[in-house]
């Protein structure tokens, strides 16, 4: 990992910050900024200028949110988002997207982001796909991990699909050696989900075989995040060595 990285983060909602890869690029003296789309005001148009220039940029982490990416009337950043990721990808820099942060890769890049058919919340199996090509990023077989969307991203154009269950199909995918799009999350930690568990409003809006009961999800132990985060970092030094 090259020296005196800068690593830049787009946060959408309050409370889902870096979550557990902080320590690990901390570990690595890495430079961290951010963007809080969450913080802008309302009634000022956001400037693409006024995001940092792709070239003071070597890591893009782009997080979750409960927003949709289609819904621009109501989040006009969006817009401006997906712009600026169009300029950064086309650089073939190195970008991870978390959740909401993978379907905005994906959507930027022109592939449809919609309702999926059953909404996750909670820890499920996702399994490696059959045949993925060798030298593509290196899954488990079969791991948990958190879940908390209702949407899906079709996977943009080139993409190579790396995990599905049965709830979702396109759970991660690669694009070239630079991009990792995943639709859960392996970045969860202890105190990130008890954030999460705190809106009340949010999870009420979620029902269905894959939503696991709150309870449940409150007496999680420690060792349930330890592999995702693990994933998590593996997948930032992934991108990182391939575009060195």
């Not at 309050?14 to 690990?24: K, L, T």
């Not at 593509?136 to 995990?163: V, Y």
């Not at 409003?201 to 449940?216: A, L, M, P, R, T």
């Not at 007496?219 to 593996?234: A, C, D, V």
Request: hydrophobic fraction near 40%; glycine fraction near 6%.
């Amino acid at each position: 990992m090259k020296s005196q990285l800068k690593v830049h983060y787009f946060q959408h909602i309050a409370g889902e910050g870096f979550g557990s890869c902080i320590d690990f690029l901390k570990q690595h003296q890495a430079q961290i900024t951010a963007t809080e789309f969450f913080a802008l005001p309302v009634d000022r148009p956001l400037d693409i200028e006024a995001l940092p220039s792709v070239d003071e940029v070597d890591l893009l982490i782009i997080m979750g949110g409960t927003m949709s990416v289609n819904d621009e009337a109501n989040y006009p950043w969006l817009k401006i988002e997906k712009r600026w990721l169009r300029r950064y990808l086309s650089q073939g820099k190195p970008a991870i997207g978390l959740c909401l942060g993978g379907q905005l890769i994906a959507n930027a890049l022109g592939a449809a982001v919609s309702r999926n058919q059953e909404q996750e919340l909670g820890w499920t199996t996702v399994r490696k796909v059959a045949h993925v090509p060798e030298d593509c990023f290196i899954l488990p077989e079969q791991f948990e991990i958190m879940q908390w969307h209702s949407e899906t991203f079709e996977l943009p154009k080139g993409a190579i699909h790396l995990a599905e269950n049965e709830a979702c199909r396109n759970q991660m995918y690669q694009l070239g050696k630079n991009v990792l799009g995943f639709q859960f999350h392996p970045e969860i930690t202890p105190e990130t989900l008890k954030l999460f568990l705190e809106n009340e409003e949010e999870i009420s809006q979620f029902s269905g075989k894959y939503v696991q009961d709150i309870q449940q999800l409150k007496r999680t132990t420690k060792n349930n995040f330890i592999q995702g985060n693990q994933i998590l970092n593996q997948a930032i030094q992934y991108v990182l060595e391939k575009t060195a």
